[in-house]
């Protein structure tokens, strides 16, 4: 079965840190997309939360994972994810409904900041590529 990863901050391709740039060039662009949810500015890297339930959402990059166990196995360890303790890490990787830009529908994992709100900037376009371009000009 086909494994999917929705990407919001910087395990997007271009935002990427050196680190990761080769495992997510191996990985199979599917679209983008967005989930219901609010997405966060925690300084060096944003934090989505999720709720299908408002109107916000947060934007992203859909991608199919290669090698799923071995792909997320790295990805946890990079976003702090323990998988025996969910409850202390920083971020969790859930599972989350994306909607693509032709209207489908994909579960996807993605990482969730595993806190309550911040006492962030709430980045209201909710897509961190753009925040980020917009803050460097």
Known sequence: MCEHLFACGTLRPSLAPPELKEMIGQWRWIGAGYTRGRLYDLG?????????????TITGEVFQLPDAGATLSALDAYEGFDPRDPD????????????LEDGAKL?????????????????????YLLYKQEREI
């Open 44 to 56: 060096e890297y944003p934090g989505a939360i999720l709720d299908p339930d408002c109107d916000a």
């Open 88 to 99: 202390t890490s920083l971020f969790a990787r859930r599972k989350c409904e994306v909607a």
């Open 107 to 127: 579960e996807c994992w993605m990482y969730v900041y595993n806190r309550q709100a911040p006492l962030a900037t709430l980045i209201t376009s909710g897509d």
